[in-house]
């Protein structure tokens, strides 16, 4: 798809400052919001993050569950690499490759996961895709921006697009930036998550929002 093509380019691009300004937009948070997921998604024997990123959700399923042999796929080869790096003292993996079509055999893969990834994709295309690969039973962990009262959403995006956006522009070129922007408006909050998921034949099991309900943890179980 053309948007993974450009995602693929933005996140080779930013590999380096990635981690910093993560940080910076959530204030430090995002490792306690990713301890949240991964404590509440059961990894079972094979986890898959989707979207790895630079691997931190890796490093925190091999901290919680030792036992597991989890995968990192991402389409950026850059951030693969950098993943790779953080994690070269655990039995962990990492694999180049869309959420669209995952390079696992049906029904094979005990959970996934998807940190600030979500929003990214074509929800319905995505959950398709992973209802394949996933064992009955088996779990999806959903980290990701959600959408709150009208009030404080235009707020927040206020804040990142105006009082944000120079410090933005500075790590992320505006194409770059441009592109998070556009991701933030097609977050979903928790009932659009639940609803979605319902549909597929999935039962949620954990939905709990953060931050002013700027953000939603959601775990749900393939029945």
Known sequence: MAQEKLAESIFDSVVKRYDRFLRSVTFGLIDKWQ?????NTPAGKFPVDVGTGTGEVVKKIKQEYADSLPIGVDVSLNMLKRAKEKNADSSSFFLKASAYKLPFKNNH???IYASLVFRHLNGEEFIKEISRV???GGYVGILDISKPSKLLFNAMFFI????FRPLGERIFSK????YFMESVINSKNPGELKDLFNRFGYKDIFIKSY???LVVIAVFRKE
Request: glycine share 4%; proline share 0%; no cysteine.
């Open 175 to 178: 194409e770059e930036y441009d």
């Open 35 to 39: 301890k949240i997921l991964v404590k």
């Open 134 to 136: 996933l064992t009955k």
């Open 109 to 111: 893969i005990s959970s």
């Open 160 to 163: 990142a697009n105006k009082i």
């Open 211 to 213: 931050f002013l309900g």
